[in-house]
């Protein structure tokens, strides 16, 4: 059951956004702090499950390259890759942080710096070096590369041939990513987990946006196309729709089952998906109408901490706990 209504999120994120697309979001005790549930074991999950180990972070790139993180490695390739068990494996620091992708690169923060990884041709030759360790990294469409940690409110952006620019940001950060918006900059937002907020950020003039609280506690983001946002309010049961073609917006929200984390989005069918850890099941919402209406349920493996949607809809789930690479082939077909 919800602990928020979705009317009371909007409104909430309506007058923050109001009272000055500010900075200066106040911390509750009651708020943030969000981490994954423990799931029970799952019956019946749909699709096929291919076999693996416990997956820490997982993107996809080039429409259908999977990038795999366990606790000390990188697993690079196709669903029949995986199936096949052929896919590229490459050592990482079990400190490296969140795994993020851009056009057919792999970025992937760690003390050292950033590595950018050639999905068709996986290796660990490119680092573009940091003046610190650095658990987040987004790289822009237009090559520019800002990082950040889970330590230092700011952001630094690097761009080729120029010293690199700090600035800072409203908290520490916990993911950051970069979404494609049409005949515009990329936008590029970052949350806090400790605080649930998220935040758009001015890159081009290198400088913090606008910061909006995300319900009672948020969970993950995915991007979509032109500044959309899929992201999951776990303490408040909730699946929130963002825009940060502009300035950040809360566009609509709606109640899920319980304890949601996973989130993504499926472009060709119009689908923000988002999983329940508590429930074991993955549910598609079509927001066409203004508000999220679920569209499709599916049943997931145990401990669904990581989704991705490739190029034809099919739907991956990754577990944290060795229950496997979930395939679903295109639900909405």
Known sequence: MSRLLPATALLASTALLLSACTQGVTDSPDMGKATPAVSPAASNPDGQVIEFGNITDMEVTDGDILGVRTED????GTVSDFEAGSQVELDVDKQCGDLTATGGTFVLPCADGVYLIDAKDPDLDELRATDKP??????????QLLVGNGEDEELTIYREGEEPETFTVAGPNTQLIAVPVIDRHDAVVR????????QDVDYPNDREGATLRVGLGVGQMAGGE?????????MGGQIAIYNADDVIRLQMTAPTDENPWAVAWDSSNALAWITSLT???LVGYKISEGVPEEEQRLNTIADAQNLVVLSDSTLVVASATG??????????S
């Open 226 to 234: 032109d500044g959309l946002l899929v992201v999951s309010d776990e």
């Open 134 to 143: 650095v658990t987040v990294a987004a790289l822009t469409s237009d090559d």
């Open 323 to 332: 229950d496997g690479i979930q395939i679903i082939d295109n639900p909405a």
């Open 279 to 281: 429930e074991n099941t």
């Open 73 to 76: 490695a990188l697993a690079i």
């Open 191 to 198: 949350t806090w987990n400790e605080n649930t907020t998220i």
